[in-house]
Every structure is written in structure tokens, then in C-alpha cells.
């Protein structure tokens, strides 16, 4: 089984419940800027399994903002291995999308919002090729 080379490693625990999925599974992230995520993403890359990141916010501008230098620093080292590794990258709103296409133009993230109306030009699930 591969190991966890980041600053935050996985527990042992962890690593080996990853290892022991059996069949096919997605594992579901929740968040951004999470150091654990670097370490779990790598790992799920090695096993094959994938997973999608529901950052609730994490990157948009006005989040950015915040410790936004670090925060620069930590996507270039770390965080655009989880993204760009990320089987999807589901956004809730709009801002979170412009947000990460400045940051990071290759990505592409799916907007879904929380179960509420919205402009269906504006929602990008499920990926179609015109939503592409």
C-alpha cells in the first residue's frame, strides 16, 4: 500500500480503510485548504478511487481574501493536486466558479446549488458537451 508523503499525514486507520474498499465507491470531500486532503487525494490517486471536493465556498474571491497570500501559496504547493486530481469539483455557487477559473483556468468545477430554483443556463450538472 502506498504511504502519505505530506506534512499531514493520513492515520493508519484511515490508510488502510482506503485500501480496503472494495468495488466501486467515490469518496465525497468536504471543504478547502484542508492539509489532510493533500495526503488523502495523493492516496486515492495511487489507489484509483475517486473523489469529488464540495469546497462550500472555499475559493471564492471574497474568501480568498482571507490570508490570501498563504492561501496563493498553499493552491501553487498543495491544493491544486486535490483539484486538479478531483474526479469533480462541485461548487455551489457562482462566485466559487470564478473564483477557481482565475485561479486555476484548466479546471472545469460544476455548479450545483443547494436544492433551490436557478437559471438552468446557469447550472452546469449534469455535464453535457454545450455545459463544457
Known amino acids: 500500500m ?22 466501486p465507491a467515490v469518496v465525497h470531500l468536504h471543504g478547502g485548504f484542508v492539509p ?31 490570508n490570501g497570500l498563504v492561501k496563493r501559496v498553499y ?15 462541485h461548487c455551489l455557487g457562482q462566485s466559487e466558479v470564478v473564483g477557481l477559473q482565475r485561479r486555476l483556468p484548466g479546471l472545469s468545477p460544476c455548479l450545483l446549488p443547494y436544492g433551490y430554483e436557478v437559471n438552468p443556463t446557469e447550472t452546469t450538472w449534469p455535464r453535457t458537451a454545450s455545459a463544457e
Do not use: D, I, W
Open 36 to 66: 489532510a486532503y493533500y495526503s488523502a487525494a495523493r492516496q486515492m490517486k495511487a489507489l484509483g478511487l475517486p473523489y469529488v471536493l464540495t469546497p462550500h465556498g472555499s475559493y471564492s474571491t471574497q474568501a480568498m481574501r482571507k
Open 2 to 23: 502506498p504511504t502519505s508523503t505530506s506534512n499531514a499525514p493520513l492515520s493508519r486507520k484511515l490508510l488502510a480503510a482506503l485500501a480496503a474498499v472494495a468495488g
Open 75 to 89: 493552491l501553487n504547493v498543495c491544493e491544486q493536486f486535490v483539484l486538479q486530481n478531483a474526479a469533480q469539483v
